[in-house]
């Protein structure tokens, strides 16, 4: 089977759904398929090998968070559609499709079966705003019209159902490739305190970092001994820079891939504190990988992964208290830090792509028949 897997983000940045689109591209090329991977071109310029890049893209904030808009010329996408035709793609799959313009350029172009991956929430009919309608028509138009959907949880599924002549979603979780992750944390000690906490991700209002920062006077005034490193970039890095010059954190800027498994793998406790917009929880996973436990916002994606022994690992979100408790609290009780530790590396394994491979291939064959 060749497939084209399209991505509205630029593949140099680092996210969820680009780890999730190159390690099942990867998968599947091992497993005898083959695969094209079209993205916006790197905002930096680098280009980003084994990609295709299309368009001229910018950077814009929707709703708290980062992203690209892209819009390839006509004359360009016409050569990328004669490309991918000659090299005889049979399926594209097409990765959060309402993001302009990408995905449904390329859509319309090839008209080839296609599986979408609603990885973050449908926008809804009711959404307010201009940008916000026009996301919503777009979800509308693209949903009727495909051969296979597939949502990485239960959160987005209530939004399909205004849409009940579209295929059945599945659920099936934006599978990544752990091994790096086991790997890092095969290294960290087994017999040092719990005093390590770390945040890797974007400074933005919707990953939470504030939360974080509120709740973490309360920490250190309780539990003087516990450091914090926070890793990553965004708008609120001014806040993140202050704290850190106050001394009250470590400030790790934009860490490579092995720099950011070693800060997970090295740390006792991963906090997550988004308090909306995720339907999954992708970072959850890498860090009970590594072997760190993670303290996340029980909002509806990551609820969906810490299931079992990991709900208590839940907080309401946007409450820094609870967030500071429940850090004090684990950190605090090494014997049961362990028994987590060690659920939680069993529960990641369970969304490997090495497990999780063979159903994507699953869903592209249903979409092959259906069309």
Not at 19 to 38: E, K, Y
Request: proline share 9%.
């Amino acid at each position: 089977m060749r497939i084209v897997q399209v991505c509205p983000y630029d593949m140099g940045r680092h996210g969820g759904v680009q780890a999730h689109v190159t390690d099942l591209s990867a998968w599947l090329r091992a497993n005898g398929h083959q695969v094209r991977i079209v993205a916006p071109p790197p905002t930096d310029g680098r280009a980003v090998p084994g990609v295709d890049h299309a368009g001229r893209s910018r950077r814009i904030t929707v709703h708290g968070t980062l992203t690209e808009i892209c819009h390839v010329p006509r004359g360009e996408l016409r050569a990328l559609a004669r490309s991918l035709a000659d090299w005889g793609a049979d399926l594209l799959h097409l990765h959060t499709p309402w993001t302009p313009l990408l995905p449904w350029q390329v859509w319309r172009a090839l008209r080839l079966p296609t599986v979408a991956t609603f990885h973050a929430t449908l926008p809804g009919a009711s959404a307010a705003g201009p940008l916000a309608r026009a996301l919503s028509a777009f979800a509308a138009y693209y949903v009727r019209r495909l051969d296979g959907i597939v949502v990485p949880s239960a959160s987005p599924l209530q939004h399909l159902k205004s849409f009940p002549d579209a295929p059945a979603p599945v659920v099936l979780p934006p599978t990544v490739d752990l091994a790096g992750w086991v790997a890092a944390g095969a290294q960290r000690p087994t017999d040092a305190p719990a005093r390590k906490i770390v945040f890797l991700g974007r400074f933005e209002a919707r990953k939470g970092v504030n939360v974080l920062l509120d709740a973490w006077p309360q920490v250190a005034a309780r539990r003087p001994e516990l450091t914090l490193t926070i890793a990553g970039g965004g708008a609120l890095a001014p806040r993140v820079e202050a704290a850190a010059a106050s001394g009250a954190i470590r400030f790790v800027p934009e860490p490579s891939a092995d720099e950011a498994k070693k800060l997970v793998a090295e740390a006792d406790l991963f906090v997550a504190p988004s308090p909306y917009g995720e339907s999954f929880g992708i970072v959850l996973i890498e860090a009970m990988a590594a072997g760190s436990v993670p303290v996340a916002a029980a909002n509806s994606g990551y609820s969906t992964v810490l299931t079992g022994p990991g709900a208590d690992l839940l907080v309401p979100p946007g409450n820094a208290a609870a967030l500071a408790d429940r850090i004090v609290t684990l950190a605090g009780d090494p014997e049961r830090l362990g028994a987590l530790r060690t659920w939680g590396k069993d529960h990641a394994l369970t969304f490997s792509v090495e497990t999780a491979g063979p159903t994507f291939v699953e869903v592209y064959d249903r979409a092959l028949r259906r069309r």
